[in-house]
């Protein structure tokens, strides 16, 4: 069975400070990742794909991938209040579908 | 360009009751995909379709549930009768097959099943 897993958290980080969200997967096959974020109430918002080993960044987030080890990170620089939501990686298994994990929750103490 | 849209944003119907879910996809993707979303079970995938043929329903939890896909404009999502176990978020998401995986997602639908 294709799995992802997170850490549900919740994740407490004060404001300016580097946020990081990390998630694991299980098939060492697996080409496409990418990162939601879903604020309360809310639908997932695609924030950040990543395809190939190594960081990719996008303003203050930077996705890392590690296909090796099978896990797949987001950082999050100059961590701002608006920043809390709960942010749920998924992973896509070549099965035409994409596996989500369960969400950490991040929260930016101001 | 306009998103995923769905309606209604929010339903409130009692036990028994039918309840049918609509879906927009984004012009231009051919899959659609609904989703159901709880605290208990977070995001689970109910059914996807690839130009408008239905490719996965394990996800459906019981015969209670259908989907249909008449055109590559719009998808619905029946409960039939519906129970308070079916309250729920309901997420509709579109992507094009053959380009990236990414899906975009709709605002979904709060079911309140009482």
């Known amino acids: 069975q294709k799995e992802v897993e997170q850490n549900s958290g919740p994740l407490s980080v004060p404001e300016g400070a580097i946020a990081s969200l990390n998630c694991t997967y299980s098939?060492?096959?697996?080409?496409?990742f990418f990162w939601y974020r879903q604020y309360s109430g809310k639908s997932p918002e695609l924030i950040m794909s990543?395809?190939?080993?190594g960081d990719k960044e996008d303003g203050r987030f930077t996705a890392q991938l590690n296909k090796a080890s099978q896990y797949v990170s987001l950082l999050i620089r100059d961590s701002q209040p608006s920043d809390s939501a709960t942010y749920l990686c998924a992973v896509y298994f070549g099965n035409e579908k994409l596996t989500f994990g369960t969400g950490t929750r991040l929260t930016i103490i101001p | 360009d306009a998103g995923v849209i769905q309606s209604p944003r929010h339903e409130v119907t009692e036990m028994g009751q039918e309840v049918t879910l609509r879906c927009k996809p984004i012009s231009g993707h051919n899959s659609l995909f609904w989703y159901r979303q709880t605290m208990m079970r977070g995001l689970e995938l109910l059914i996807y379709f690839n130009n408008n043929v239905p490719i996965d329903d394990s996800g459906m939890p019981e015969d209670r549930f259908s989907a249909k896909m008449p055109n590559a404009s719009f998808s619905t999502l029946k409960i039939q009768p519906s129970e308070p176990r079916d309250s729920a978020v309901y997420f509709c998401?579109?992507?094009?097959?053959?380009?990236?995986?990414?899906?975009?997602f709709g605002p979904g639908t709060r079911l309140t099943v009482t």
């Open positions: 998401a579109s992507s094009f097959k053959g380009g990236s995986v990414e899906q975009y």
């Open positions: 990543i395809y190939s080993n």
């Open positions: 098939d060492r096959g697996s080409q496409s």
